[in-house]
């Protein structure tokens, strides 16, 4: 057990250092020269050749690039992510006044996302094959076929305006939250169910289930007390790998909505080309993808026997 929770450290420890150096990438590799990048940000268009001479001293720039990634790094393990080029301020202390919003919405719609795409998966099962489960069939199509911010527009269109239901307003409370979330759930939820539906129809159809129906277990105890524990494997791995699209995400469902989160702040910094805060918010993106892989990885392991005594 203890050696398959090592294991799975160093590999989360490994893809938050690939992720670190990736990220970095994003201000060198751009195109043009990054001192005048951060002058246009800051609304100069017109800077002289000194002035572009002193801030490359001042931030590094003029070093190899080698050297200028391990200033960068070892001023992020100190929580130093440099200074926006539009504010001139901390990115770490601007990233995080807008984080708490986003994690706000989202963890709403995991929350709303888990709790539907595991009620309408065993209606699905229990009622195979019959309306119940064409009906949820016909809605998982429909979320994968349609983008999230279709619904979040339409959303928007015929429930807030059209129906006066829900409320879009730069204020972040439980209330205003719910629509965004729901949203982002419904459409999360549709490829959960999916997943789900089938390892439970696949466990419903094994030898043990069998067994338990010869001794006179109903269907529905079969569900509840056999398959669904078995099955939880593959939805917690998709949850875990949604983590990081759910942070992706965001910006748009925010901007629709107006929610005054990391996403919104994201799209102000992409028209900006503000790339601080880009790798501010890639890498958070990134750090959330590995933490939830992580932990789901550690919660299978303990759920599952088997992989303890399996991993060297």
């Not at 990220?23 to 590799?29: H, K």
């Not at 949820?136 to 129906?163: D, N, Q, R």
């Not at 490829?191 to 789900?196: A, F, V």
């Amino acid at each position: 057990m203890l050696v398959a929770i090592l294991k799975r450290t160093s590999q989360a420890v490994g893809s938050v250092l690939a992720a670190t150096i990736l990220v970095w990438f994003i201000l060198p590799l751009a195109p043009g020269d990054p001192a005048n990048r951060i002058f246009i940000a800051r609304g100069i268009n017109d800077a002289t050749e000194g002035q572009l001479t002193a801030l490359r001293e001042e931030m590094g720039l003029n070093l190899p690039l080698l050297q200028q990634f391990f200033h960068w790094f070892g001023s992020l393990l100190h929580g130093d992510l440099g200074l926006s080029f539009t504010t001139g301020r901390p990115v770490l202390q601007e990233f995080l006044s807008y984080l708490p919003a986003t994690l706000m919405m989202l963890g709403l719609a995991l929350l709303l996302s888990t709790l539907a795409a595991i009620i309408l998966s065993l209606v699905a099962v229990y009622y195979h094959d019959q309306w119940p489960d064409r009906l949820i069939k016909l809605y998982t199509g429909i979320t994968a076929a349609i983008p999230t911010f279709v619904f979040a527009l339409l959303a928007l269109s015929y429930v807030v305006v059209g129906w006066q239901v829900g409320r879009v307003l730069s204020e972040v409370s439980w209330v205003t939250a719910l629509m965004p979330a729901f949203i982002i759930g419904l459409d999360r939820a549709g490829g959960w169910i999916q997943l789900l539906r089938a390892s439970l129809l696949e466990e419903m159809a094994s030898g043990y289930a069998f067994v338990a129906r010869s001794r006179g277990a109903s269907e529905l105890r079969i569900l509840l007390r056999h398959a669904f524990p078995n099955s939880l494997k593959p939805l917690l791995s998709a949850i875990g790998l949604s983590v990081g699209a759910l942070l992706g995400g965001a910006p748009l469902i925010e901007a629709i909505f107006s929610w005054p989160g990391a996403g919104s702040y994201l799209l102000s910094a992409l028209t900006a080309r503000d790339y601080p805060v880009i790798q501010a918010y890639v890498l958070a993106a990134a750090l959330g993808y590995v933490l939830a892989a992580y932990l789901v990885d550690i919660a299978i392991t303990l759920l599952d026997p088997r992989l303890r005594g399996t991993q060297t």
